[in-house]
């Protein structure tokens, strides 16, 4: 983790899957998270494009990927997946990478998805954008953010 993460500027929260990766845009002031869309994943090539237009056109000042955990706080096959994918857009944009804990998240944006009645079909094409959201806003309102959740892990609860 890095301690030079910036307090300021737009954030770029990201929702990792293998076929899907959700993205989310913060305010500048880093207040509030807004879905952004879904990249349908494809070829290396047309991804980092994308993820490179997406972090220009935004002015991106850092990306947020979401971690996804054991309850146990332990990282297995798909946390490292994301560490990889979000290492990876890291080198590409150039841009410093946070990790954070992502649990719940993609259940969480089912249930608000199904409150609205949406079909299965529609929920699948917003789930990946909004648990991007539901990472980047929980990351937005810990109060403090450079807590990694390994760290998070081992810290007392209140």
Same mark, same amino acid.
């Given at each position: 983790?890095?301690?030079?993460?910036?307090?300021? @500027?737009?954030?770029?929260?990201?929702?990792?899957?293998?076929?899907?990766?959700?993205?989310?845009?913060?305010?500048?002031?880093?207040?509030?998270?807004?879905?952004?869309?879904?990249?349908?994943?494809?070829?290396?090539?047309?991804?980092?494009?994308?993820?490179?237009?997406?972090?220009?056109?935004?002015?991106?000042?850092?990306?947020?990927?979401?971690?996804?955990?054991?309850?146990?706080?332990?990282?297995?096959?798909?946390?490292?997946?994301?560490?990889?994918?979000?290492?990876?857009? @890291?080198?590409?944009?150039?841009?410093?990478?946070?990790?954070?804990?992502?649990?719940?998240?993609?259940?969480?944006?089912?249930?608000?998805?199904?409150?609205?009645?949406?079909?299965?079909?529609?929920?699948?094409?917003?789930?990946?954008?909004?648990?991007?959201?539901?990472?980047?806003?929980?990351?937005?309102?810990?109060?403090?953010?450079?807590?990694?959740?390994?760290?998070?892990?081992?810290?007392?609860?209140?």
């Amino acid at each position: 983790m890095t301690t030079s993460f910036p307090a300021s @500027g737009a954030l770029l929260g990201i929702d990792y899957g293998t076929k899907r990766v959700g993205f989310a845009l913060s305010t500048p002031d880093q207040s509030l998270a807004c879905p952004l869309e879904t990249l349908q994943r494809s070829q290396a090539a047309q991804d980092a494009r994308q993820i490179c237009k997406i972090c220009n056109d935004y002015r991106v000042v850092g990306l947020v990927v979401g971690l996804p955990v054991h309850m146990s706080g332990s990282e297995g096959g798909k946390a490292r997946e994301a560490r990889q994918f979000g290492d990876w857009c @890291g080198e590409l944009t150039g841009l410093p990478v946070l990790y954070w804990d992502e649990r719940f998240t993609s259940s969480m944006a089912e249930n608000h998805l199904r409150e609205f009645s949406l079909s299965r079909k529609r929920r699948k094409k917003h789930i990946d954008k909004l648990a991007a959201q539901l990472i980047l806003q929980s990351f937005l309102d810990a109060p403090n953010r450079h807590v990694t959740p390994s760290a998070m892990r081992d810290a007392p609860l209140e």
